[in-house]
């Protein structure tokens, strides 16, 4: 539409099939460059993406011509199908249902990149299940225990 503008930024967190630690060293910046490919064909910009064995954290700039759980619904079955293809996990790769989205404003974001960037870091010290727990609660999201686990 013209005459729109816009400025959003989403972090999206989601996490391995029963978070079991299938994401490798040595293919996980493929993967990530796979799933850059997913958000530029969908017209979004991706700002940073890293994780760990068991999840991943998105930051993006979002494009308000999508919908978060259409474009998540992308990622994560693209992102699967791309993985199995290259026999990274002989075909037990998958992602959990569910995942978290959580906005900033322009001002944050270089707090919430180098969040993302220092992943394998912080989770020397941290469960996700704990991370996650902090980003609901941080953000004051409503939510049932018995789906947490679901992430």
Not at 18 to 25: C, E, H, K, M, V
Not at 90 to 103: I, L, R
Not at 125 to 139: A, D, V
Request: with cysteine.
């Amino acid at each position: 539409m013209a005459n729109t503008y816009t400025q959003i930024y989403l972090h999206l967190i989601f996490s391995v099939k029963y978070r079991t630690n299938l994401i490798r060293s040595e293919w996980e910046q493929n993967l990530y460059n796979y799933i850059v490919s997913i958000l530029q064909d969908r017209s979004h910009t991706a700002i940073a993406l890293n994780g760990t064995e068991d999840h991943i954290h998105i930051l993006i700039g979002f494009t308000p011509n999508d919908k978060i759980p259409d474009l998540v619904k992308t990622i994560k079955q693209n992102s699967s199908i791309w993985v199995k293809k290259h026999n990274y996990c002989n075909d037990k790769f998958g992602w959990q249902e569910g995942y978290g989205c959580f906005s900033y404003s322009k001002s944050q974001i270089d707090t919430v990149v180098k969040y993302i960037r220092q992943q394998k870091e912080h989770h020397r010290e941290k469960t996700f299940r704990e991370e996650y727990l902090e980003f609901l609660n941080k953000f004051g999201v409503e939510y049932n225990e018995k789906y947490v686990t679901d992430i």
